[in-house]
């Protein structure tokens, strides 16, 4: 249990995937999975998505054990040419604007995609766009779809490998989506009434320097949060994410960024907040 993210006796997990982005569970199969796992509040935070969240809460209706099910969304942005990673929470999914930037958030993926196939293509791997696009199905298309396709149909050893040789940053395949600036994002989920979340600070290669720098901007375009608590992460690197949230007076949060069940990754599965910091959640009104 050390391990496990329990805050006043709740398993809080607020960064997960479905099929609707590159997660590998229904909604339903994620919900079931929440309550395998006993995580009493869940937030459903595809890439660039928020289709799965109705079937996440139609599923949760046949369960007797109560789940806090949080809208929430992955939202690709780009900032001095890293990609960043914002998860919006308790966002209002009826919020026309919102919707209308998801949108425009699904357009550039799909535009990123065909540029990404194009060059795979001229790698040797022909047809890779339509088994990627078949695999993806109804959900957004990512990157890792185009990893899965190449491991399984084209002899690429894994995933990793196909990230290391081709769709990572720099490599043969690696195409720059024409994603939103990081305050725009922030805007958007701001709209929508929700709290904006700096996603897995330490899974953006870059120094402590930049990091410094980017947790500044996040704070200047009035970010909210930092997830601070999440799996395998150095205690070194914990300590420098939280005096990053005191010195910019930040939120925490917590999640896995579940994909499927693993080796090393499971839902609710992620280090625990310090009690030192103030939990994004401090004030929602849950049930659980
Ligand atoms: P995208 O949002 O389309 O750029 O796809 C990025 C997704 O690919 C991330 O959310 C991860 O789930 C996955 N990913 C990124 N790097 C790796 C890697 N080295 N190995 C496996 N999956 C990865
Ligand atoms: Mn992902
Ligand atoms: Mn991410
Ligand atoms: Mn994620």
Redesign the pocket.
């Known amino acids: 249990m050390s391990t496990d993210n329990l805050q006043n006796s709740r398993k809080i997990d607020l ?1 997960s995937h479905t099929r609707y982005s590159d997660g590998q569970l229904t909604p339903a199969e994620l919900v079931m999975r929440a309550h395998t796992m006993q995580v009493d509040v869940l937030a459903i935070t595809d ?1 660039d998505t928020i289709d799965g969240l109705t079937e996440a809460h139609e599923a949760q209706k046949s369960y007797k054990r109560p789940l806090s099910i949080i809208d929430g969304v ?1 939202i690709s942005t780009q900032w001095h040419g890293f990609d960043i ?1 914002i ?1 919006g929470l308790k966002v209002d999914t009826g919020q026309p604007d919102f919707i209308a930037a998801l949108a425009s958030q699904q357009a550039v993926r799909l535009e990123r995609a065909q540029a990404i196939a194009t060059k795979l293509e001229k790698c040797g791997f022909a047809g890779v766009f339509d088994k990627a696009a078949a695999l993806a199905s109804p959900g957004q298309i990512t990157r890792a779809h185009f990893a899965k396709v190449l491991v399984e149909h084209y002899q690429v050893s894994s995933m990793e490998s196909a990230f290391k040789k081709y769709l990572g940053k720099g490599k043969r395949a690696a195409v720059k989506a024409r994603w939103p600036q990081m305050n725009e994002a922030i805007d958007w989920i701001h709209k929508a009434g929700g709290r904006a979340v700096l ?2 600070p330490v ?1 953006y290669d870059m120094t402590t320097k930049w990091l410094r720098r980017l947790v500044a901007d996040f704070a200047h375009a009035k970010g909210d949060a930092m997830e601070v608590a999440f799996p395998g992460v150095n205690p070194d690197k914990v300590k420098i994410l939280e005096e990053l949230v005191v010195e910019h007076k930040l939120l925490a949060s917590a999640g896995s ?1 579940f994909h499927f069940p693993g080796r090393w990754t499971e839902l609710g599965r992620c280090a625990r907040l310090s009690t030192t910091l103030t939990p994004v959640w401090h004030d929602w009104e849950l049930t659980v």
């Open positions: 960064h890439h992955e990673h998860v996603a897995h899974h960024d």
